[in-house]
C-alpha cells in the first residue's frame, strides 16, 4: 500500500484520522491503558495548562505525561523514576519558560518557529529524564502545532527515529506543511496534532503511515541512549526562578 505520508488526499486522511481512538486502543498489551491517559493528554491537560496564570505543568502532570509516552511508546522505566524525583518548581518553572517561548512566537514557515520551538525544548530538558521526545510531548499539550515526537510520525515524514532537538524542530516543519497541504485540499483547517495522531493510526493499524516502514522498533539505537536515564541534561536547581 502506498505511504498515507506521500499523498495529500484529505479524505484518506480523514478516514485514517477516523480511526485514531481504535488504533490507541489496539496497541498490543498496552491499548485499555493508553486510551483514556491519550484522552487525558488530549483534552484534559491542554485545559488545566491553560487555566493557569502563567501556564504551566505542574510535577504530577510531568508523571503522568511521562507515563502517557511510555505506554505510547517504549516502555523505560527509569524516566519514569525521574519523574517522580522532579522538583515541582523547577518543573513549573521550566515549563512556563518553555511555552512563553511558544506563546511570542507569530508566523508559518519562519526562522521565529525554529528559534521559538527549539528554545522551548532548551528550558524544558534542563529537567532531569525530559529529553527533546519528552519535552515535545507537553509543548504539544499546550499548542497543537507543535506535535508530538512519535516513533510513526517520525519515520513518516523524516524516515528515521533521531530524538535531538533539531529533529523535532523538523519534524514540526514537516508537520505543519503536511497540515497546510490538507487544508487546501479539504477546505478545513488541519492541525499538527490531527496529522500526527493519523500517523500513528496508520502505523499501529497497518495502514501505510510510514515509509514503507510499518514497524519501527528497528532504529538506529540513537533513541535508547537519548531516552533512558541519561535523557535531559541534568537536574534544574533553584537557580530558575518562576517568572
Given at each position: 500500500?502506498?505511504?498515507?505520508w506521500?499523498g495529500?488526499?484529505?479524505?484518506?486522511?480523514?478516514?485514517?484520522?477516523?480511526?485514531?481512538?481504535?488504533?490507541?486502543?489496539?496497541v498490543?498489551?498496552?491499548?485499555?491503558?493508553l486510551?483514556?491517559?491519550?484522552r487525558?493528554?488530549r483534552?484534559?491537560?491542554p485545559?488545566?495548562?491553560?487555566?493557569?496564570?502563567?501556564?504551566?505543568?505542574?510535577?504530577?502532570?510531568?508523571?503522568k505525561l511521562?507515563?502517557?509516552?511510555?505506554?505510547?511508546?517504549?516502555?523505560?522505566?527509569n524516566?519514569?523514576?525521574?519523574?517522580k524525583?522532579?522538583?515541582?518548581?523547577?518543573?513549573?518553572?521550566?515549563s512556563?519558560?518553555?511555552?512563553q517561548?511558544?506563546?511570542e512566537?507569530?508566523?508559518?514557515?519562519?526562522?521565529?518557529l525554529?528559534?521559538?520551538?527549539?528554545?522551548?525544548?532548551?528550558?524544558l530538558?534542563?529537567?532531569?529524564?525530559?529529553?527533546?521526545?519528552?519535552?515535545?510531548?507537553?509543548?504539544?499539550?499546550?499548542?497543537?502545532s507543535?506535535?508530538?515526537a512519535?516513533?510513526e510520525?517520525?519515520?513518516?515524514?523524516?524516515?528515521?527515529?533521531?530524538?535531538?532537538?533539531?529533529?523535532?524542530?523538523?519534524?514540526?516543519?514537516?508537520?505543519?506543511?503536511?497540515?497546510?497541504?490538507?487544508?487546501a485540499?479539504?477546505?478545513?483547517?488541519?492541525?499538527?496534532?490531527?496529522?500526527?495522531?493519523?500517523?500513528?493510526?496508520?502505523?499501529?493499524?497497518g495502514?501505510?503511515?510510514?515509509?514503507?516502514?510499518?514497524?519501527?522498533?528497528?532504529?538506529?539505537?540513537?533513541?535508547?541512549?537519548?531516552?533512558?536515564?541519561?535523557?535531559?541534561?541534568?537536574?534544574?536547581?533553584?537557580?530558575?526562578?518562576?517568572?
Open positions: 500500500m502506498a505511504s498515507l506521500a495529500d488526499d484529505s479524505k484518506r486522511w480523514q478516514d485514517t484520522l477516523d480511526r485514531y481512538e481504535e488504533a490507541c486502543g489496539a498490543p498489551k498496552k491499548g485499555d491503558k486510551l483514556p491517559l491519550d487525558w493528554h483534552n484534559e491537560l485545559a488545566a495548562i491553560r487555566g493557569r496564570q502563567p501556564p504551566h505543568v505542574t510535577q504530577p502532570e510531568l508523571v511521562v507515563e502517557w509516552k511510555l505506554t505510547r511508546g517504549k516502555m523505560r522505566p524516566l519514569l523514576k525521574y519523574s524525583e522532579a522538583d515541582p518548581a523547577a518543573v513549573e518553572a521550566a512556563t519558560a518553555a511555552f517561548h511558544l506563546a512566537f507569530t508566523g508559518s514557515h519562519t526562522p521565529s525554529v528559534k521559538s520551538v527549539r528554545a522551548a525544548l532548551d528550558e530538558t534542563v529537567i532531569k529524564g525530559v529529553g527533546p521526545a519528552t519535552a515535545a510531548g507537553m509543548l504539544a499539550a499546550y499548542d497543537e507543535i506535535p508530538i512519535s516513533d510520525a517520525m519515520v513518516a515524514a523524516l524516515g528515521g527515529k533521531d530524538y535531538t532537538a533539531a529533529k523535532v524542530v523538523q519534524l514540526t516543519e514537516a508537520l505543519r506543511g503536511k497540515a497546510a497541504s490538507l487544508s485540499d479539504s477546505g478545513r483547517q488541519w492541525s499538527v496534532k490531527e496529522v500526527e495522531q493519523c500517523l500513528f493510526a496508520a502505523t499501529v493499524s495502514g501505510g503511515g510510514g515509509s514503507g516502514l510499518e514497524k519501527v522498533d528497528g532504529s538506529s539505537g540513537k533513541r535508547a541512549a537519548q531516552d533512558d536515564g541519561s535523557e535531559g541534561k541534568g537536574t534544574v536547581a533553584a537557580r530558575r526562578k518562576l517568572r
